[in-house]
């Protein structure tokens, strides 16, 4: 017996719903189904070096993030989540630079100012 048209269009229409894998919301997937895209999560950390590397061609080369992504298979948020460390970790380095900077000066002008109360009592 042959299945009716009827039947058949059921059957269409329903084994998209079979096929598709069920995500439990309250468990972290292994595979993040999306409309267009499947992302596999990573089972390893990436490298100081390849991060490097990265962010070395984007800020310096002029490579679109979203093309760094597709050739080292990273996420675009990703990319951009290491440059925004990047760009705290820079500031808190300045900061630090310009603290010791200050540190010095106020020590020179604390010098310069003995020098001279000690010249102006001299005369």
């Given at each position: 017996?042959?299945?009716?048209s ?25 595979v ?5 895209k ?8 990436i ?29 675009e ?41 000690e010249?102006?009592k001299?005369?």
């Amino acid at each position: 017996m042959q299945p009716t048209s009827s039947q058949l269009l059921h059957l269409i229409t329903f084994l998209p719903s079979v096929l598709t894998p069920y995500v439990d919301k309250r468990s972290k997937p292994n595979v993040i189904w999306g409309k267009h895209k499947k992302y596999m999560k990573k089972g390893y950390k990436i490298s100081q070096e390849v991060k490097d590397q990265i962010l070395k061609r984007v800020k310096e080369d002029g490579v679109t993030v979203i093309q760094a992504a597709s050739e080292h298979g990273v996420h675009e948020s990703t990319i951009y989540g290491w440059l925004g460390k990047g760009a705290e970790s820079g500031s808190t380095a300045e900061l630090l630079k310009l603290k010791r900077e200050k540190k010095m000066l106020l020590e020179l002008v604390g010098e310069m100012t003995l020098k001279l109360s000690e010249s102006q009592k001299k005369s």
